[in-house]
């Protein structure tokens, strides 16, 4: 019998034929299609004949049909739907995948004509998605390391492997810490804390061989421990534990490492040729340049600055009212922060849910979808690989545009989180190839099934995602949908979140499960004002985290982290009750791997740009303008990685995005 994941699947849409798939297909059509796909490259690599575009560049971007059809099912089961078979397939997929595509840029024969492609370029006449194509292959393989020779060719292959050593260290320390840091309480220090916590400290005690509850750092302990503690005492040794997590001294610490990874990460700069490691991380992104980064977190800064200032005034006087004199500390803020929203927001979970029925709010984005883009959406009958996906097909004007999945319930076999992914990515070369892709979440059922404003969220965060993949009309796959680059991908997705806030759009569909009535104005205005409470707090965390990782990569590398940080924090005036959100030896995002290393201003980046271009719709006369939804389709919905992400907005707005919007939407313009 052959293997169901390897011929071309004759099904409608070619939707993978879950029903016949088993997981003892998987291993044997992994090691089939690696051979294949190694035949392909080997095939270009050592083609006789003088390289070309064609033979070159097109031969790389012809999909693996086999591969691509063996991953695509192998990894939206292991995420969205594991077991224990699976989960022993992905740890010996991982290496082995890892392993085969570096063995492909590491091929030197294959860059060798890559590069020959490259130095040619001027003479090919190539379109100019093509020499996007060009230029993004052969900048991958450089930044890769695979021009490099001899000497430091070894160099640079030492560093990537003690990098990684380093990177796994930093994570398994921080863990340590996580872990063995706890603290004991008494029956009496659990007053004035609710129940959830009260239950969640008595079962981490029971965890931890205990008599009675504990504090641990844990994250769904700590945070509302320091948000509903009355007890300032203990709010102030949970507070120094938590802020001390990679900095205890001893085996667990991470400062040393931290400090290496810098100076890692210079030479490997140093070695590609280029003058610090933030200049070969933001070559790739819309930002370009550590000063365009450091301009626009500036821009916010100031303006959050004044309201955080601002802020703890209120909250120094909760605190003297209290009885206690002296600063507010950062033990205090939380909880004093928390009181007030009880005052000023008073917004019940409970009274909202009704009004959001999961279906509805399904409809509501299909129907921001047909207003906008012309899309009609047709349930789809077709068995998937749980009986929870359901699928539509998206057409326009009659024509096939894509495969819509969504997996919208949370179960035990699914990892947490939500997520797009293109099972099939939108491509035409070498032939017409229509995207399937499926939105995974993790909502609770229920008859029917409400969601919190949070999940109404994600469920348009993930849609708009999916629009980019679905809208998506380029000739080449490797830049088709969201191969973007990071601080510009989630732009469609973030903006997409704003139409779910659209007054219209939530009197239609924001209706009570029972009664049928739409949410009341007071709701909504409160559901919004929430939103942004204690923004200047949150701000302030995040700039000064993403201005001291910005100024960990610039230039030499700082021998000492700690100095590092301190001088940068003095420099920017940082609020004493306010801490970094992340300080540097438990700074995960940036040291546990190369994810977001001179790359955590991308949240914020991102923030901006959808505000930005939203307001360019409430500007041109509405949500549902329709020259407005003509221009972002054109410009960036529709383009993929097929031009520069800044030369991409600039086509939609007109200019480059200002933070302006943002400041408001965050409640921090100035009045
Ligand atoms: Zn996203």
Redesign the pocket.
Same mark, same amino acid.
């Given at each position: 019998m052959t293997n169901p994941l390897l011929p071309r699947w004759d099904t409608q849409f070619q939707i993978a034929p879950f029903d016949a798939i088993s997981d003892d297909d998987f291993a044997p059509a992994l090691e089939q299609a690696l051979a294949t796909h190694n035949a392909q490259i080997k095939a270009i690599a050592e083609n006789a004949q003088a390289p070309t575009f064609a033979n070159v560049i097109e031969a790389l971007e012809t999909p693996c049909r086999e591969l691509d059809q063996v991953l695509s099912v192998f990894f939206t089961v292991a995420g969205a739907d594991s077991n224990p078979a699976r989960e022993a397939l992905q740890r010996d997929f991982s290496p082995k995948l890892a392993a085969h595509f570096s063995a492909i840029t590491a091929n030197k024969a294959l860059f060798a004509r890559v590069a020959a492609v490259w130095d040619a370029r001027e003479n090919l006449d190539l379109s100019d998605e093509q020499q996007r194509v060009l230029m993004l292959t052969h900048r991958g393989f450089v930044r890769g390391g695979a021009a490099l020779t001899g000497e430091a060719d070894a160099r640079m292959q030492e560093i990537k492997g003690r990098l990684a050593t380093l990177g796994t260290d930093f994570t398994q320390n921080l863990l340590a810490d996580e872990r063995d840091w706890f603290m004991s309480l008494s029956e009496s220090d659990l007053e004035g804390l609710p129940d959830f916590l009260i239950d969640a400290a008595r079962a981490a005690g029971a965890e931890k061989g205990e008599d009675g509850p504990v504090v641990t750092l844990s994250r769904s302990i700590i945070t509302p421990f320091l948000q509903f503690s009355p007890r300032r005492d203990l709010r102030e040794v949970a507070f120094n534990a938590w802020a001390a997590r990679g900095a205890n001294g001893g085996e667990t610490d991470n400062r040393d490492i931290a400090a290496e990874i810098l100076q890692l990460r210079q030479e490997r700069a140093k070695l590609l040729g280029y003058d610090s490691f933030a200049d070969y991380k933001l070559e790739t992104e819309m930002a370009k340049t550590p000063d365009a980064v450091r301009g626009l977190l500036m821009d916010v800064w100031g303006p959050a600055k004044t309201q955080a200032e601002a802020d703890a005034e209120v909250l120094t006087k909760m605190m003297v009212a209290d009885g206690i004199n002296g600063d507010l500390q950062p033990w205090d803020w939380r909880y004093y922060a928390d009181k007030r929203r009880k005052v000023e927001h008073d917004l019940d979970e409970a009274e909202l849910k009704p009004y959001l029925q999961l279906d509805r709010m399904i409809e509501a984005s299909f129907t921001c979808a047909t207003r906008l883009f012309d899309l009609k959406f047709k349930p789809l009958d077709v068995a998937l690989y749980h009986p929870d996906c359901r699928a539509w097909e998206v057409t326009r004007k009659g024509k096939h545009v894509a495969v819509f999945i969504g997996d919208y319930f949370a179960r035990g076999s699914k990892r947490s989180g939500a997520?797009?992914s293109a099972m099939r990515s939108q491509a035409k070369f070498p032939e017409i190839q229509a995207p399937v892709v499926i939105n995974v979440c993790n909502f609770a059922k229920g008859e029917p099934a409400l969601l919190s404003w949070d999940d109404a969220r994600t469920l348009f965060? *993930?849609f708009?995602?999916a629009l980019h993949q679905m809208l998506s009309n380029v000739s080449y796959e490797s830049i088709s949908g969201t191969s973007v680059a990071r601080d510009f991908? *989630?732009l469609p997705?973030?903006l997409y979140e704003h139409w779910l806030e659209v007054p219209e759009v939530l009197a239609e569909f924001a209706t009570h499960a029972d009664t049928g009535a739409a949410m009341p104005q007071e709701m909504l205005d409160k559901v919004l004002g929430a939103a942004n409470f204690d923004m200047g707090f949150q701000t302030v965390e995040y700039v000064a985290s993403a201005l001291v990782d910005l100024a960990f990569h610039e230039g030499a590398a700082p021998a000492d982290v700690m100095a590092k940080q301190e001088t940068v924090l003095s420099e920017i005036g940082m609020p004493q009750a306010i801490t970094m959100r992340h300080a540097s030896p438990h700074f995960a995002h940036v040291f546990s791997g190369d994810g977001y290393s001179s790359g955590y201003y991308s949240y914020m980046w991102s923030e901006v740009m959808d505000a930005d271009a939203f307001a360019a719709f409430e500007e041109a006369g509405g949500a549902f303008d329709s020259e407005r939804a003509k221009a972002l389709e054109d410009n960036i919905l529709s383009t993929g990685g097929s031009q520069d992400a800044g030369e991409l907005y600039v086509a939609f707005r007109g200019r480059l995005p200002g933070v302006e919007a943002l400041l408001k939407g965050r409640g921090l313009a100035a009045e």
């Open positions: 997520w797009c965060h *993930e708009g995602h991908v *989630e997705s973030q």
